[in-house]
């Protein structure tokens, strides 16, 4: 469970955390394409009304001392072409359900109950390493779908992808119509992560990977 806490600065970036997998590579010794991340349905809950911040720390929203509720969850991922390159400048944005399993949107059911102090919403802008990362909550369920996160990513004015992420072997599922729509095991596991506990951590924060693979030739 989370409890209160502060957070020095504004805008979170990586490096102060210990990113397990940051190390391996996606380039194998063959030139094999990757295996595109599959296109998901944007829903109809992409933020109505964008909020006063963006950025891609989602516990706290602008200078407010009292973060969101919720597992405290760094999410973070490549934006990649199939070749295994890296996506520098690719704006990557997330939307998501706070702990009471409420959107930022006008229609958003359990709207009377919604948590405040969550942003909701946040963007990052890749750098030569098609690196990206947020800090946010875990995602919940809420009435007729199973815990998720919606991506989309964009470059310049183009969206190329929009999607979503699923918590890696989560019992709802195979009862969630969105991810049953998905074609086959290689796109469920595409879009399915493990949520991991940090090891270090005092206050239950958990670790999730999500590296995103486009069908388009990365130019710099
Ligand atoms: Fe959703």
Partial sequence: MSQPFTFPTRRLFLGALALGGAAFT????FAEELF??????????YPNKLPLDTDNDLLIINDSITPAVGEITHLSGRVLDVKGEPI???????????SKGAYLHTDTANRDKRDVNFQGFGRFLTGSTGEYYFRTVKPVQYPGRCPHIHFKVKKGNKELLTTQCYIK?????????IFRSLRDEKEKAALSVDFTAMKNSRIGEVAARFDIVLGFTAVS
Avoid: S, Y
């Avoid at 595109?36 to 809950?45: K, L, N, V």
């Fill in 26 to 29: 996606v380039r194998g010794a």
């Fill in 169 to 177: 072997g989560h019992p709802g599922n195979e009862r969630d119509g």
């Fill in 36 to 45: 595109r991340t599959p296109r998901q349905t944007e829903g109809p809950f």
């Fill in 88 to 98: 520098r400048n690719a704006l990557v944005e997330i939307w998501q359900v706070d």
